[in-house]
């Protein structure tokens, strides 16, 4: 079975703090995603890779950048936390190409206080 | 963009009855539909990928529709259990595109 692991199921942040988010994969999947889930307004992407040190802006990327130096682990990172910014993060990856499956991590709920 | 939209956004069932969850989209264009469940404060399982070529998948109790021509997808759940409880999102993916567009989900209950 495809495992995605986030590193934090729950994260307290302060306000201005830089707080990284890690995702690891375990079935070499080309694509991995960053979304957050808030409620009302659903799944939302943030950013996506498609390759190593390949990214793309989402709908929202606003706030954040990522990281991806190895195929396994995309990183998800809040340059300076705001309150709202608080919301579940999900990250996700799929084999290649487009649209093929996508598998999800367990989540992490950020708050940021 | 794609629009996908799912309704209702709750529903309560007994135990044992056939459950039916709808999934509209916007987009005729669609390359695949995915049904996932979620349960509170967790992540997403993928439950069905249908493809655009094909009609329906199965999994178990599970069975999933595809008619792109009306915008549409199902997915049935037979003989609900108090198990099947969660929430059910369909998600679309377009040919020239790597995002997702999720649906807000329905939210079902099954009552023992």
């Known amino acids: 079975d495809v495992k995605v692991t986030q590193s934090s199921r729950y994260l307290v942040k302060r306000t201005g703090e830089k707080v990284f988010l890690e995702c690891v994969q375990d079935m070499d999947h080309e694509n991995m995603f960053w979304y957050r889930q808030d409620p009302g307004l659903g799944l939302r992407l943030i950013y996506f890779s498609y390759d190593v040190k390949m990214k793309e802006k989402g709908d929202i990327p606003e706030g954040y950048s990522v990281s991806r130096e190895k195929k396994e682990r995309f990183s998800l990172i809040l340059e300076s936390a705001s309150t709202n910014q608080t919301s579940m993060y999900l990250c996700?990856?799929?084999?290649?190409?487009?649209?093929?499956?996508?598998?999800f991590g367990q989540g992490t709920r950020l708050t940021v206080v | 963009k794609q629009e996908v939209t799912q309704i209702p956004a709750a529903l309560s069932v007994p135990e044992g009855e056939n459950l039916v969850l709808n999934c509209s989209f916007t987009d005729s264009a669609i390359y695949n539909l995915q049904w996932f469940r979620q349960d509170p404060g967790k992540g997403l399982t993928s439950l069905l990928l249908?493809?655009?070529?094909?009609r329906e998948q199965t999994s178990g109790r599970l069975n999933a529709s595809l008619d792109k021509s009306s915008g549409r997808s199902t997915l049935y759940i037979a003989a609900s259990q108090p198990g099947d409880s969660a929430t059910y999102l369909c998600?679309?993916?377009?040919?020239?595109?790597?995002?997702?567009?999720f649906g807000a989900g329905t939210t079902v209950t099954v009552r023992a």
């Open positions: 996700a990856s799929s084999l290649d190409g487009l649209n093929t499956e996508a598998f």
């Open positions: 249908i493809q655009s070529s094909q």
């Open positions: 998600a679309g993916g377009r040919s020239n595109d790597y995002k997702l567009s």
